[in-house]
C-alpha cells in the first residue's frame, strides 16, 4: 500500500536551521510536494521535485532521492511565522497525490 | 475569485441528513479535487476531476459521497446520510493540468455530526 513517513513534530530556535525528512513507498511516482499547512489553514504549496537533487527557493530549499524514497525540507534562518506543520505529499499519477500525516514544527524564540 | 472558494465554511449536521459542500475553483483550473483531512493528519484523497469529468473515485469511502463538476467549474461534493464518522474538514484544491506548481487548495469546509 502507499506509505509516507515524516516526524510527528520537530522544534528549533529562531534563525536556526532545520531539516524535515519523508520516506515513501507509493504505487506510482510523478512528483512530491512539500505543503505548509498553519492551524486551520489550508495547505499551501512550497516546492516540487521530480528530479533527483536539490531545488532553493529562498530560505526554502527540498532535496529528492528516487532511489532511495527519500525527500527533505530545508528551511534556514528560521522566523516564528515558519511555525506550522509540513506535509510530504507523492503524486502517484495524474490527479491523485497521497500525503503524509505532516511534521508540526515549532520555532522558539 | 482569486483563490478557491469553498462554502461553507463550517456545517453542523445531525446523523442521517444530508450535506451538500460547493467548490468554486480557480477560474482556468482544469483539474478538481477533494481531499478529506481529519484533526492530526493529513489530507486523504477523495475524488479528482479533470474539467467536467471524474476520473478518479476510488477515494470516497462509501457509496453515500458523490461527487459532480457538471460544466466543468464549480463542483458540490454530497454525502448522504451523515455518519459521525464523516466529521472532518473536506478541502477542495485545483490546479492546472500540469502540477508542477502544486495546487491550490480552498479553505475547507469543517463538517461536525453530531
Known amino acids: 500500500g502507499q506509505n509516507i513517513d515524516q516526524p510527528t513534530e520537530m522544534t528549533a530556535t529562531e534563525g536556526a536551521i532545520v531539516q524535515i525528512n519523508c520516506t515513501y513507498q507509493?504505487?506510482?511516482?510523478?512528483?512530491l510536494f512539500w505543503y505548509q499547512q498553519h492551524a486551520g489553514e489550508a495547505p499551501t504549496f512550497l516546492s516540487y521535485?521530480?528530479?533527483?537533487g536539490l531545488e532553493e527557493k529562498g530560505r526554502f530549499s527540498s532535496f529528492l532521492s528516487r532511489s532511495k524514497g527519500y525527500s527533505y525540507l530545508l528551511l534556514k534562518e528560521l522566523q516564528m511565522k515558519d511555525s506550522a506543520s509540513y506535509l510530504c505529499?507523492?503524486?502517484?499519477?495524474?490527479?491523485?497525490?497521497?500525503f503524509g500525516d505532516g511534521t508540526t514544527l515549532t520555532v522558539k524564540p | 475569485g482569486a483563490g478557491v472558494s469553498q462554502s461553507p465554511r463550517y456545517k453542523v449536521a445531525k446523523r442521517g441528513q444530508d450535506v451538500a459542500l460547493r467548490c468554486d475553483p480557480i477560474s482556468g483550473h482544469v483539474s478538481l479535487f477533494w481531499y478529506q483531512q481529519a484533526l492530526g493528519q493529513g489530507p486523504e484523497f477523495l475524488t479528482y476531476?479533470?474539467?467536467?469529468?471524474?476520473?478518479?473515485k476510488s477515494g470516497l469511502p462509501s457509496d453515500r459521497f458523490f461527487a459532480e463538476r457538471p460544466e466543468g467549474s464549480v463542483s458540490t461534493l454530497k454525502i448522504q446520510r451523515t455518519q459521525q464518522e464523516d466529521s472532518a474538514v473536506y478541502l477542495c484544491?485545483?490546479?492546472?493540468?500540469?502540477?508542477?506548481?502544486?495546487?491550490?487548495f480552498g479553505s475547507g469546509t469543517r463538517l461536525t455530526v453530531v
Open positions: 507509493t504505487s506510482g511516482f510523478n512528483g
Open positions: 505529499a507523492v503524486e502517484e499519477n495524474a490527479g491523485k497525490s497521497t
Open positions: 484544491a485545483s490546479s492546472l493540468a500540469r502540477t508542477v506548481y502544486g495546487y491550490t
Open positions: 476531476f479533470q474539467n467536467e469529468a471524474q476520473l478518479d
Open positions: 521535485n521530480v528530479l533527483d
